[in-house]
C-alpha cells in the first residue's frame, strides 16, 4: 500500500489528510506541537472570503471561488460552525471610489455572485453602526465566518476516523531519499517513510520545501494582531466590515464570530521571527483605532481577549500547489488569505492529484460524517435533558461563562486526537473563551485534564507541552 | 415546575445571610442553589484572617466565618442544591438551573434574591501586550490553586493592580517560598484597603510601585519577564522608564466585576458605575420581587458589610413575599457627587416608613481632610469629618428616620464630599 506523509496539521494538511483517507492508502500527518489546529489555522480572522480579492486567473482566485461553494455541505458533513453572514468594504473617500469598483469588477471576473455596490444610506440600512463617513461599500452577500480551528478539528477527527494515522509533537529535521520515496526524519530521531511527502508546513513551509527542492521558497511571517470583543457586543454587526485592501492586506476588519463575539483585526506587519506571537502595545493601539474607523461605538472597555497569528506569506505572492521539482514531494505552500476558504477546495484537488500519480484507488466503508461534541449552551431544554440522562457529566457546568460542562470537556479529552492541554479543551468546547477568560474554570478543567489522561495535576499545560501551569507546593 | 417562595442564588456569604434573615422573618419556603460543591463561596479560599470583626466582634479566616454562616443555615434545615449552575432567570422570577442528580430544574419563585458574587478582571480587559504563555493568573484563581489545591502557581512573581486579593496574594506567595519581586499599580493610589498595604506589603519589603503598569509580557511558552514603565498623568505609559523584571509568573489584580449575567436574563436594570443592580432600599431591583446583595450588586471590601446588607434583603424579600398589593415605585433618587463616585440604594421608598437607612458609597480619588455631606432638598442632614478617603475603602452613613423622612419629604436626597 503507497504511504502518504502530510507535513503540519493546520487546516490544510488537516483537510488533505481527510481527502485522501477516502482512498486506499496510508495517510500520516506529522504535527510539530501537541495538537492539531495549532500554528496559523487557530489564530486568524475565520472568514470565508467572497472571492473579489484575489487577482483573476491565480490559484488564490480558483480555490477561494471553489472554496466558497462548499462550505454549507461541508460545514454540516463534519458539524462545524458556518455561516453565511455576508460583508462589506468600506470606501471612506470619494476619491477611492474607483477603487472599490475595481475591487467590484474583479468579483465579477472571479465570478463572485450576489454583490452590489451599495449608497452609504443603503450600507446603514443593513448594519446601523458602521461610520456615517463612508463614500459607498462594496457588499458580497456570499462571504462568510467559520470557526477556524474547529473546521481544522472537524477535518482532522474524520480523517482519523478514516485510518489516519496523526502523530503529534513530531517536528520534521530533515527528509532524504529513501528508495522511490523518502524518509522523513524527526527532530526525536523517529523517521517516517512516505511514497509522497506533501509540505503543508505553513510558515516553515519554505524550510521543509529547502531541504529537498532546487526550486527554494521564501515565505515571509507576517504578523496579524487582534482584539476579541465580549458577546455583549454582538449587536455591533452581524455582517463583516472590511475596509479597502492594500498590498499587505485585507486591512482591518471588524465581523462577528461564529460563536458570536466580534473580533477586530489583524495588523499586518513582517516580522523576523516566524514563532513570534507576542502581541504589541503599537498593534493593538492600530487594532482599535482602526477598528473604530469602522464602527465607532466599538469600546475597549469591552475586550476579552487579544492575539495574534503568523501569516504564511509567500514571495511568489500565491498559493504554491504542485509537485515540486522533485518526484514525490508535493507543496501545498504559501497558503495565505484566502487559505482558509480555498482549504476545502485544495484538498480535494490535492487528493484527486496525487491519487492520479500514485495510481489509487478509492476504498470501501469512508465514513464522512463526523459530529461534533455537543454544545450544551446552545441546546434546546429537551436535548439538554436527553444528554443528562445518558451522561450525567452533562449536567455539570465547568465553564460558567460560556456554560460547558464535565461532559463535553470529556468528551474533548477522549475523542480521536483528544485534548491534552488547557487551550486544546478551550479550542474543543469554548471552556475558558469567555469574558472572565478561565479565571473561573482553569483549575477545574486541569483537574479533570489529569483525570481523564491518568496523569498529575501539575504536568498539565496550558499549549506547549513542559511549560507548566503550577509547581508542586514543597513542603 | 417546582413553586418556590423563594429562591436564592449563591451560597456564599451573600446567599447565606439572606436565607437566614428570609428565615428568621418567617419564611421556610426556601432553597439555595450553590454552583461549587460545597457552600461559603470566595470565603473558602480566603485562609487568611480579619473577617468578623463588624459582625462577630473577633477575628475570624473566611472558612471560619463561612462556617458560622453554614451553621445558622444548617440549623434552620434551609434546602440547598450544590454543584447546580443556574442557567437563566426570566423576567417572571423562573428560574432554570441544572445538575447532575435532577438534571434541569425549574423553579417558578415567589422572589429571587441574586447573590452571586463577583468575577476578576482578565489580562484581556486592559490589554496589556506581550506573549500569552502560561503563568499569567488572575490573583483569586492563584489564590484558590494554593488555598484549596495546594500547587504553587509559580516562584518568582510581579504582581498587576494593588486590589486586595493581589495584596493578600503577594503575602501568601511570600509565605510559600515565592519572591515577589513587585505590586505595580496603575493608579496614583492602591485600590485596596490600607490594613493589606501595611500587613501585606509593607510588613515584607515588598516593592509597591504606584503610577506603574506592565508593558511588555517576555516568555516562550512559561512567563520569563515583564516589562514594566511608569505612567503619565493620563495613565499612558512613558517608554524611557520602562525595565524588565524577571520573573516567572503575572497575578493580576486589576478589579472585580460583579457578575450579573442572570440579572441580565431577567432583564434588571444595571447600572453602569457600579456594574450591579440599581435597587432601592429594599435592594429591590427594577424587575419586582428581585433582590440582590453582595458582591454582585456592588463589591465589597468587607465581607461583614455583605452579610449586613444580604440580611436586609433576605427579610424584604418576605415582606414581598407576603404583600398583597404590587410595591409602589414612588421613589426618591439618592444622587451622588462631589467626588463620590456611587452609592447604594439609588433609590429610596418616598412612602415606606424606615427606622434606619444604610448608603454605601465609594469615591473616585483620594481625598484628604474632607467632610462626607448627605444632602435632604438643601439641608444638610448628616455631615462627617474624613482625614482620608480613598477609593479602596467603601464609606457608609446610617441615616436614622428623622432623616430619612426628612430626605421623603424634600424629595431630594444627594451625597458628597466637601472640601475644608
Not at chain 2, 91 to 101: F, L, Q, R
Request: charged residues 30%.
Amino acid at each position: 500500500m503507497k504511504k502518504i506523509i502530510v507535513i503540519g496539521g493546520g487546516v490544510t494538511g488537516c483537510s488533505i489528510a481527510r481527502e485522501l483517507v477516502r482512498y486506499d492508502t496510508e495517510v500520516t500527518v506529522l504535527e510539530r506541537f501537541n495538537d492539531v489546529s495549532s500554528g496559523t489555522t487557530k489564530a486568524n480572522s475565520g472568514i470565508v472570503h467572497a472571492g473579489f480579492d484575489a487577482k483573476p486567473g491565480t490559484l488564490k482566485a480558483k480555490f477561494n471561488m471553489l472554496g466558497n461553494a462548499m462550505f454549507e455541505k461541508l460545514s454540516k458533513e463534519l458539524d462545524f460552525p458556518f455561516k453565511r453572514n455576508g460583508a462589506f468594504v468600506l470606501c471612506f473617500d470619494k476619491e477611492d471610489l474607483p477603487r472599490l469598483r475595481e475591487l467590484y469588477d474583479r468579483g465579477i471576473k472571479n465570478g463572485v455572485e450576489d454583490m452590489f455596490l451599495l449608497t452609504p444610506e443603503e450600507v446603514w440600512d443593513i448594519e446601523p453602526n458602521i461610520t456615517h463617513d463612508i463614500a459607498g461599500a462594496l457588499y458580497a452577500k456570499t462571504s462568510g465566518i467559520v470557526s477556524p480551528y474547529e473546521m481544522a478539528i472537524a477535518y482532522a477527527e474524520n480523517a482519523a476516523v478514516n485510518g489516519c494515522n496523526f502523530e503529534l509533537e513530531k517536528k520534521v529535521v530533515d527528509i532524504q531519499k529513501e528508495g522511490e520515496g523518502w524518509k522523513v526524519i524527526c527532530e526525536d530521531g523517529s523517521s517516517y517513510y512516505g511514497d509522497m511527502v506533501i509540505n503543508c508546513a505553513g510558515v516553515h513551509a519554505d524550510e521543509i520545501n529547502n531541504l529537498v527542492c532546487d526550486k527554494k521558497l521564501t515565505i515571509i511571517p507576517r504578523k496579524g494582531e487582534y482584539m476579541l470583543y465580549d458577546k455583549t457586543c454582538s449587536f455591533i454587526t452581524s455582517t463583516t466590515i472590511f475596509q479597502m485592501p492594500s498590498k499587505m492586506g485585507k486591512g482591518i476588519l471588524v465581523a462577528p464570530t461564529t460563536h458570536g463575539n466580534i473580533i477586530t483585526g489583524p495588523t499586518a506587519k513582517d516580522v523576523q521571527d516566524k514563532e513570534d506571537l507576542d502581541t504589541t502595545f503599537e498593534g493593538l493601539n492600530e487594532v482599535y483605532d482602526k477598528a473604530r474607523k469602522s464602527v465607532p461605538s466599538l469600546n475597549k472597555k469591552f475586550v476579552i481577549t487579544q492575539f495574534s497569528g503568523i501569516r504564511a506569506h509567500c514571495t511568489e505572492d500565491d498559493f504554491v500547489i504542485g509537485e515540486s521539482d522533485k518526484k514525490g514531494f508535493y507543496n501545498v505552500a504559501g497558503i495565505e488569505s484566502p487559505g482558509l476558504t480555498s482549504a476545502p477546495a485544495i484538498a480535494v484537488y490535492v487528493a484527486e492529484d496525487i491519487a492520479d500519480k500514485l495510481d489509487l484507488k478509492k476504498k470501501k466503508g469512508f465514513v464522512a460524517k463526523r459530529k461534533a461534541i455537543p454544545h450544551f449552551a446552545i441546546l434546546p431544554d429537551r436535548e439538554r435533558e436527553k444528554l443528562i440522562k445518558e451522561n450525567p457529566l452533562y449536567g455539570k457546568v465547568i465553564c460558567r461563562c460560556e456554560v460547558v460542562t464535565e461532559g463535553e470537556i470529556v468528551d474533548a479529552i477522549n475523542r480521536p486526537i483528544g485534548a491534552k492541554t488547557v487551550d486544546g479543551v478551550k479550542r474543543r468546547t469554548r471552556a475558558g473563551m469567555g469574558r472572565c477568560q478561565s479565571g473561573f474554570c482553569l483549575e477545574r478543567v486541569m483537574e479533570i485534564l489529569a483525570r481523564e489522561l491518568g496523569v498529575d495535576f501539575e504536568t498539565i499545560a496550558k499549549n506547549e507541552s513542559g511549560k507548566y501551569i503550577v509547581y508542586r507546593k514543597e513542603k | 415546575m417546582i413553586n418556590k417562595n423563594l429562591v436564592i442564588i449563591g451560597g456564599g456569604p451573600a446567599g447565606l445571610a439572606a436565607a437566614k434573615s428570609a428565615y428568621d422573618s418567617g419564611e421556610r419556603d426556601i432553597v439555595i442553589l450553590e454552583r461549587e460543591s460545597v457552600l461559603g463561596g470566595v470565603l473558602n479560599q480566603c485562609i487568611h484572617n480579619g473577617f468578623g470583626l463588624h459582625t462577630f466582634k473577633e477575628e475570624l479566616t473566611g472558612p471560619e466565618y463561612a462556617s458560622r454562616y453554614i451553621q445558622e443555615v444548617q440549623k434552620r434545615g434551609i434546602e440547598y442544591k450544590l454543584d447546580t449552575t443556574v442557567l437563566n432567570v426570566s423576567d417572571k422570577k423562573i428560574v432554570t438551573a441544572v445538575n447532575e442528580k435532577d438534571g434541569l430544574l425549574k423553579y417558578k419563585a415567589k422572589a429571587v434574591i441574586l447573590a452571586c458574587g463577583c468575577r476578576e478582571r482578565p489580562r484581556g480587559g486592559i490589554n496589556v501586550a506581550g506573549s500569552r504563555c502560561a503563568g499569567i493568573f488572575s490573583a483569586g484563581t492563584a489564590q484558590k490553586l494554593i488555598n484549596i489545591d495546594g500547587y504553587m502557581p509559580g516562584k518568582e512573581v510581579v504582581i498587576l493592580g494593588s486590589g486586595d486579593i493581589g495584596l493578600i496574594m503577594a503575602r501568601r506567595m511570600t509565605f510559600e517560598g515565592a519572591k515577589v519581586k513587585a505590586v505595580v499599580e496603575l493608579m496614583p493610589y492602591s485600590s485596596g484597603l490600607n490594613r493589606n498595604i501595611v500587613q501585606c506589603i509593607k510588613d515584607f519589603n515588598i516593592p509597591l510601585l504606584f503610577s506603574h503598569t506592565i508593558v511588555d509580557i517576555k516568555g516562550e511558552g512559561r512567563v520569563s519577564s515583564v516589562v514594566i514603565a511608569k505612567v503619565d498623568e493620563n495613565l499612558q505609559p512613558i517608554m524611557s522608564t520602562a525595565q524588565e523584571i524577571k520573573c516567572d509568573t503575572i497575578l493580576l489584580s486589576i478589579g472585580l466585576l460583579p457578575e450579573n449575567e442572570l440579572a441580565k436574563s431577567a432583564s434588571v436594570q444595571l447600572s453602569p458605575v457600579t456594574g450591579g443592580a440599581i435597587v432601592d432600599e429594599n435592594m429591590m431591583t427594577s424587575v419586582d420581587g428581585i433582590f440582590e446583595c453582595g458582591n454582585v450588586l456592588h463589591v465589597h471590601d468587607l465581607v461583614d458589610f455583605v452579610s449586613m446588607e444580604s440580611e436586609d434583603a433576605g427579610r424584604s424579600a418576605v415582606e414581598y413575599i407576603n404583600r398583597k398589593s404590587k410595591p409602589k415605585r414612588d421613589y426618591v433618587e439618592i444622587k451622588c457627587s462631589g467626588g463620590v463616585r456611587y452609592v447604594v440604594p439609588q433609590y429610596l421608598s418616598k412612602s415606606d416608613k424606615l427606622d434606619k437607612l444604610q448608603l454605601k458609597m465609594r469615591v473616585n480619588n483620594v481625598y484628604k481632610d474632607t467632610r462626607l455631606v448627605v444632602l435632604a432638598g438643601d439641608e444638610e442632614i448628616y455631615s462627617k469629618k474624613k482625614q482620608i478617603v480613598t477609593p479602596g475603602e467603601m464609606e457608609s452613613v446610617i441615616l436614622n428616620k428623622e432623616m430619612i423622612e426628612k430626605a421623603q419629604k424634600s424629595d431630594k436626597l444627594e451625597v458628597m464630599l466637601k472640601g475644608e
